[in-house]
């Protein structure tokens, strides 16, 4: 097979998505390099898994070959490269999102098999033309200095800090990082409310709508907090790393400012603050991998939802095995962000052998797994029993929260509303605002959680919904490209490891 | 060597050497040149090819170009792949894996297309890397 021919079958192979094919076209030892990639792919199992995931983020795949000139190695060939972005909700004017360009290739052969292809290609246009730039009127996490070296592109505002979010890849490209290999976040963002005293455990289990009190040092515990009215100000989980001190590591909602206010003038003695944490998540199946070489504690050991005091990296920092991603992963709260891009290194060395990618929350597989976040609930008037966590709630726990008075009348009065699934028909476009959900003339609820499953191979959504829509029943949703069908049914979409 | 080869590797002397208007003196009177570190990035005609090149080497100290694959030539086409290792005028180095393609006709250069990630890494400069 000459190296043109290896090329052509290449190209015909990545259009199927064809990793076998593609792989079976190098030797052994074959390198891959392409302008997109930090660094070459070597070897048939990388070729394997990395090929797969490159070509499968691509859909309506065109390639053509413009020049081919054979030489004494291999060939020098210029060809074009046409796709369309799977799951990037296309642009605001409804055209989707692409990679079209053209490129220098160059090919080496041994015997009849490729042992070097390097595609060579401005990826400028691929992108934005610069990062998103800060204010400052918003914090800055102490490692976001890693994520615009990691090439992050777009930065969300979450507890008054910069929240990265997208990074220079396709978004099945990190989906694939957190289901088969691993992935760091910077969650500095992710603030903690600590309660430290005498009454702390006491505290918190008011604060909360979940039965607390039984949490002992070493456990972590997901709970809604409502407001006196019932309603949903955050779905934190719950550290216990001490035995006088609860963490609440909240979303984007001033939870340290409420608690403060709730003890303020009370006869609590419990002292709220928030420490000087700034937490990182290292998630996906690989996580553990990583942790063992850089965590002192056993982490092999620690079960689901329990967190440890250890060192990692040379610095104290309290371990859980918890995260956002609805899999397995653990999070880092390092107990002073002074070495914070000391630790981001340490992580990314550790990483490095296991193809650790840095990337920013993978939304479409928190939506699969029926993960919600503060954006959800916030501003929609949700009570906690219309909520996707509200089989959390615990009405009958002896002691009183904030909201508890509320939430009984709402519940003895029946529950209007509750959160439930979508399978919403055709592709849909980025969520930037809630989608308005009608049953024919009648406005039902609306949308406030929808990406593109890839689980599924369809598009999927989190609606609050009045409590008569039920699962298998037809609705619509009004969307910026249209008015579409959509299905009812339960969340979550998909199963863990699935 | 045929045309397009001499060309492309006279090209490659004069980059070498920044010299914009021996770069320019291969191209016919209504090339095309494309060099993505550049805005506009697209040079038409040897008076632009000129400008172009000018502005490029005033930012350049020193330019190295390693040859890894010796120009292939083929129907009054030919291409050069290696790297492109660049000296700032601030003293910054980078190097480049780069390829050129040319299309020849009559003794110039008709198309030149230079491959190379010009995508800035370092967001937070201004700086180009070129």
């Known amino acids: 097979m000459t190296a043109i021919d290896a090329f052509e079958r290449y190209c015909d192979a990545w259009i199927r998505h064809d990793a076998e094919g593609m792989a079976d076209l190098f030797t052994e030892d074959g390198v891959f390099e392409g302008s997109t990639l930090d660094r070459p792919i070597r070897g048939r199992a990388e070729l394997l898994r990395e090929l797969r995931v ?42 989707p999102s692409r990679a079209d360009f053209r490129l220098a290739a160059i090919v080496e052969m041994e015997g009849d098999k490729i042992k070097l292809l390097r595609e060579i290609f401005d990826a400028r246009p691929l992108y934005p033309e610069e990062r998103q730039r800060m204010w400052t009127m918003n914090r800055l996490s102490p490692y976001w200095q890693g994520t615009a070296n990691a090439k992050c592109m777009e930065w969300s505002v979450y507890n008054t800090m910069f929240f990265p979010m997208i990074y220079s890849r396709a978004p099945y490209e990190d989906y694939a990082a957190l289901l088969e290999g691993v992935t760091l976040w910077d969650v500095g963002l992710e603030r903690q409310t600590q309660l430290r005293g005498p009454d702390a455990r006491a505290f918190l289990d008011y604060l909360c709508c979940r039965d607390m009190s039984d949490m002992q040092p070493g456990d972590c515990r997901y709970t809604l907090m409502a ?9 934190p989980v719950v550290l216990m790393p001490w035995p006088d001190v609860a963490w609440i590591s909240h979303g984007n909602t001033d939870m340290t400012l409420w608690a403060r206010g709730v003890a303020l003038d009370s006869d609590w003695k419990v002292e709220v603050s928030e420490p000087d944490v700034a937490p990182l998540q290292v998630q996906g199946p690989k996580a553990l ?6 965590c002192a504690a056993p982490v092999d050991e620690m079960k689901n939802y329990s967190c440890v ?15 956002w991603s609805g899999g397995f992963g653990f999070e880092i709260f390092p107990l002073s ?62 002691a009183d929260f904030v909201g508890k008075a509320a939430l009984l009348r709402i519940r003895d009065e029946g529950v209007k509303r509750h959160s439930i699934g979508l399978f919403i028909d055709g592709e849909i476009p980025r969520l930037e605002w809630n989608w308005p959900v009608t049953r024919g003339d009648e406005p039902v609820g609306e949308v406030r959680w929808a990406v593109h499953s890839f689980a599924l191979g369809r598009s999927i959504a989190i609606a609050i919904l009045d409590r008569s829509v039920e699962i298998g029943d037809r609705v619509e949703v009004t969307h910026p490209r ?10 979550p979409f998909v199963e863990r490891g699935s | 060597m045929s045309t397009a080869g001499r060309a492309l590797q006279s090209y490659l002397d004069a980059f070498a050497a920044r010299d914009a208007a021996a770069a320019a003196s291969l191209f016919e009177p209504a090339a ?11 040079l038409v005609g040897a008076s632009e090819i000129r400008r172009g090149h000018e502005a490029a080497f005033r930012t350049i100290a020193e330019v190295g170009v390693e040859t890894e694959t010796d120009i292939a030539e083929q129907d009054g086409c030919a291409i050069w792949a290696g790297a492109l290792t660049i000296r700032r005028a601030d003293g910054a180095r980078h190097r480049h894996q780069s390829a050129i393609v040319v299309e020849a006709g009559a003794g110039r250069l008709r198309r030149l297309s230079l491959y190379l990630n010009a995508r800035n890494i370092r967001r937070w400069a201004d700086h180009a890397i070129l």
Not at chain 1, 67 to 82: K, M, S
Not at chain 1, 309 to 323: I, M
Not at chain 1, 482 to 491: F, N, S
């Open chain 1, 337 to 398: 962000s002074e070495r914070a891009m000391d630790l981001w290194s340490a992580i990314l060395e550790a990483g490095e052998p296991h193809g650790l990618k840095v990337t920013g929350p993978i939304v479409h597989r928190a939506v699969e797994r029926g993960v919600t976040d503060t954006g959800y609930y916030v501003s929609s008037g949700m009570n906690a029993l219309e909520d996707v966590g509200a089989r959390t709630v615990d009405l009958d726990k002896p």
């Open chain 1, 227 to 235: 407001d006196d009215q019932g309603l949903v100000m955050g779905d």
């Open chain 2, 32 to 42: 095309l040149a494309e060099i993505p570190m550049l805005k506009p990035n697209r």
């Open chain 1, 54 to 95: 490159i070509s499968a983020s691509h859909r309506n795949i065109r390639t053509e070959t413009r020049l081919a000139i054979p030489t004494p190695t291999g060939a020098l060939i210029e060809a074009t490269y046409q796709a369309e972005i799977v799951g990037a909700g296309g642009k605001i004017d409804g055209s």
């Open chain 1, 289 to 294: 991998e990583v942790m063992r070489a850089i």
């Open chain 1, 309 to 323: 005091e250890t060192s990692v990296a040379g610095q104290r920092a309290v371990v859980s095995r918890t995260g």
């Open chain 1, 482 to 491: 249209g008015v579409v069908g959509a299905e009812a049914t339960a969340v």
